[in-house]
């Protein structure tokens, strides 16, 4: 025996099965004679044509002959196994003429595609889980290998099994490995969740359901599969998609066994929105109603059950029920509100509801303690009018914001370079001397005395507060930045001001007559 007939790509060198897929993709292939003895004769179709044979038995290659001669596994090899693999995964389409058809043996066969990618996935990441930090080199061979298994994929229709085979093993190789600048990685992996939510909405074969299904139940098989924290994605449409109460049962028992990290990142307690969403399914199938009473005042009811409209198709309903719930945890559970104006924008995103993602994103900028610069610019792309939501923006931060609010205009005003308003705010306040260094700078050459009489204020505020020598030259240093660039008469009053302002730190007036000899 050469090798099993579904090792083949482990078998072969990388380049020979590029170059077999390319064969077989292009049609250069054709099987001229298939003997009772399970003996396979193609033809290859190139610059030299010629023959080769495969005999197997049992799943197993056992010998084979080739024109080419090579000595090693060829690439008409690999391209005749590509062939033998897409005969073996053919299948037919489930008669119509029962309810719920039970899966044939070619059924069976496409469902193990899944475990194949699996498996193949598996093989690929293997040296590198233990690895604390990827390098760019490891993640560039990762990168590689899974490109020509989703070429494979392509080939033989299987990229619904390829991309939920990504979802299950590749998140196991955690964020945290990967370098910095190189994350093509985890790319690869939001790639596929778009990929596999476009099947999951356009609507899933019977034996599409079936693997995805036992995906949900992968993902949470054991604490490492579960640690990814891909069942959330899996287990919500899985709920809509199971129909057999035993099923159900089984995936909730399993998801009870398993531990959340109470160090994770995420606020929000995915296990308990899947536990949500499986027992309403459970209880609707034993037509009954499942009481909520526990989770009334969770942030993590009204994502299970928005998440289960959506997976239904009920996008109006599930952000109804988003809306709904938003206005009872901004009054009761405030501290929590933010994270559930998070979730929102995301659901929003995928369903490219703009409306309601304008709404919590004025939500969010009122509410937050920041206002992050690139959420302001989607704000505004999404507007049809910018111009006049900029303005109901600053009356409604300066009416309603609830933290921070000085720094939420200001960014607000810098971001739509309305630099005299930014500095009539500043004028109001102590101590904004970074901001304000930020936006003289910006305006210059630009400048008048009341500017520069401001500047030098928060510029000794900064400096006093800072109390320390070394960050109150680190401080000074930021200044000379714009002094240096202005008329030597203008720095001189500037410097004479703060060294008035200054009269008491000996330390300050050395270092600054030490830089500026002229005063």
């Known amino acids: 025996m050469l090798f099993d007939e579904k090792e083949f790509e482990h078998k072969i060198e990388e380049s020979k099965l590029e170059n077999g897929l390319k064969l077989f993709i292009n049609n250069k292939l054709e099987l001229i004679n298939r003997a009772e003895s399970n003996s396979f004769t193609f033809l290859i179709h190139g610059k030299t044509s010629g023959e080769i044979s495969i005999r197997i038995k049992t799943g197993k290659i056992l010998s084979y002959t080739c024109y080419c001669n090579n000595k090693n ?6 391209a005749a196994n590509f062939y033998l693999q897409q005969e073996i995964l053919k299948f037919e389409k489930p008669s119509k003429k029962f309810n719920k058809p039970e899966p044939t043996k070619k059924d069976a066969l496409k469902k193990h595609s899944l475990q194949k990618h699996q498996n193949n996935i598996k093989t690929i990441i293997k040296p590198f889980l233990a690895i604390s930090k990827l390098k760019n080199t490891q993640i560039s061979e990762i990168y590689k290998r899974i ?65 995805f299904i036992d995906a949900a139940r992968y993902s949470v098989r054991s604490q490492s599969n579960f640690s990814t924290g891909f069942f959330s994605f899996l287990i919500s449409r899985a709920s809509v998609l199971i129909k057999d109460k035993n099923d159900l049962e089984d995936l909730k028992a399993k998801l009870k066994k398993r531990k959340q990290n109470r160090n994770r990142l995420d606020p929000i307690d995915r296990k308990s929105i899947a536990e949500i969403q499986l027992s309403i399914m459970l209880a609707k199938l034993n037509n009954k109603t499942y009481s909520l009473k526990n989770y009334e005042s969770t942030i993590e009811l009204p994502i299970a059950l928005a998440g289960l409209e959506f997976c239904m198709n009920r ?34 995103q995928e369903k490219n509801n703009q409306k309601i993602e304008a709404e919590f994103l004025i939500e969010k900028f009122i509410y937050g303690f920041v206002i992050d610069e690139n959420e302001l610019e989607r704000f505004l792309e999404i507007e049809k009018d910018p ?79 800072a109390k320390f020598p070394y960050f109150q030259e680190q401080i000074f240093n930021m200044a000379k930045q714009y002094l240096n660039r202005l008329h030597t008469e203008v720095r001189e009053k500037m410097l004479e001001k703060m060294k008035e302002k200054l009269m008491y730190d000996r330390h300050m007036l050395a270092y600054i007559s030490k830089i500026y000899t002229e005063i």
């Open 73 to 78: 596994y060829c690439e008409h090899l690999a």
């Open 147 to 211: 490109n020509f298994e989703q070429s494979g994929a392509s080939a033989f229709r299987q990229q619904f099994y390829f991309h939920l085979a990504i979802i299950l093993e590749l998140p196991k190789l955690s964020n945290f490995n990967y370098v910095d600048k190189e994350n093509v990685l985890s790319d690869l992996t939001k790639n596929s969740l778009k990929e596999i939510e476009s099947y999951f909405v356009k609507g899933l074969d019977a034996v599409e359901r079936i693997a």
């Open 315 to 348: 996008n109006d309903k599930g952000f109804a029920v988003l809306k709904q719930y938003s206005e009872k945890i901004k009054r009761n559970q405030f501290n929590k509100y933010h994270d559930l104006i998070n979730e929102i924008l995301i659901f929003a």
């Open 387 to 465: 111009k006049e939501k900029v303005e109901q923006l600053i009356i409604q931060l300066k009416a309603h914001s609830v933290f921070y609010t000085f720094e939420k205009i200001a960014v607000v005003l810098l971001h739509q370079n309305r630099l005299d308003e930014l500095i009539e705010e500043i004028k109001k306040e102590k101590n904004k001397f970074r901001l304000l260094h930020k936006v003289a700078v910006q305006k210059f050459p630009d400048y008048d005395t009341k500017l520069t009489d401001l500047y030098v204020n928060h510029l000794v505020q900064a400096i006093t507060d």
